[in-house]
């Protein structure tokens, strides 16, 4: 069965400073791989998404995700956090093998101060 | 605007009565989704459909029903809601270009769901 584990109820960073939202998944065949950021009220936006090809993703507001299929983890970074970067994180996997079933993660907040 | 619109955005009532949560997409996409959010699990999938008259049990289908008698439309059924139902609601759909893993899907604003 497919799994995606946040091991970070929160992460704090002070704005300006970069920000990494981790993520690591367990899957049978090949993974496909999803960012999504939940803000108060709203429902989930997709940031960014790995499928094949280049280990390193570019997504939306200057967010990026690094694939590392040994440590089987898809990490989010930006390299400098805003405070309007504060929100609920969520990671996401496909397997392959597994059809259409989509499993997210528990989520991590993340609280940029000023 | 490309949109999923969940109806009602929030809801209180009681065990037993039956209950229907409305989902409609504008985007003409072939697959839709039912999640519910509850603190520290994320989100589970409830129910899914891949077209219409075409759904499938997603982890956490227990107390739930679905319909896909439209392309457009995908409600939420719950016949007899019990407490432990009380979560907030999302609904959610995506293009199928051949293969539906790879795309993403596109969420509703989620309705908060309380039973007594």
């Known amino acids: 069965a497919q799994s995606v584990a946040q091991p970070e109820d929160q992460v704090n960073v002070a704005e300006g400073n970069p920000l990494t939202v981790k993520c690591t998944y367990s899957?049978?065949?090949?993974?496909?791989l999803f960012w999504y950021v939940q803000y108060p009220n709203r429902g989930l936006q997709f940031l960014l998404k790995?499928?094949?090809?280049?280990?390193l993703v570019k997504g939306s507001y200057g967010f990026e995700a690094e694939f590392n299929k040994s440590q089987t983890s898809f990490h989010l970074k930006k390299p400098s956090a805003l405070v309007s970067d504060s929100a609920l994180y969520f990671c996401?996997?496909?397997?392959?093998?597994?059809?259409?079933?989509?499993?997210f993660g528990g989520g991590t907040r993340v609280l940029v101060k000023p | 605007e490309a949109q999923v619109t969940q109806n009602p955005r929030y809801l209180i009532t009681v065990t037993g009565k039956k209950l229907t949560v409305t989902c409609s997409q504008n985007?003409?996409?072939?697959?839709m989704s039912w999640y519910r959010q509850d603190p520290g699990l994320g989100l589970r999938q409830i129910y899914y459909s891949m077209n219409v008259e075409v759904t499938d049990k997603g982890d956490v289908p227990e107390g739930y029903k679905v319909s896909r008698k439209e392309k457009r439309n995908f409600p939420l059924i719950l016949e007899s809601p019990s407490p432990n139902q009380t979560s907030l609601y999302f609904c959610?759909?995506?293009?199928?270009?051949?293969?539906?893993?790879?795309?993403?899907?596109?969420f509703g604003d989620g309705t908060r769901l309380s039973i007594l």
């Open positions: 996401a996997v496909r397997d392959e093998a597994a059809g259409n079933k989509l499993t």
């Open positions: 959610a759909s995506s293009q199928d270009r051949g293969s539906v893993s790879n795309q993403p899907q596109h």
């Open positions: 985007m003409n996409h072939e697959y």
């Open positions: 899957v049978s065949g090949n993974p496909y």
């Open positions: 790995y499928i094949t090809g280049d280990n």
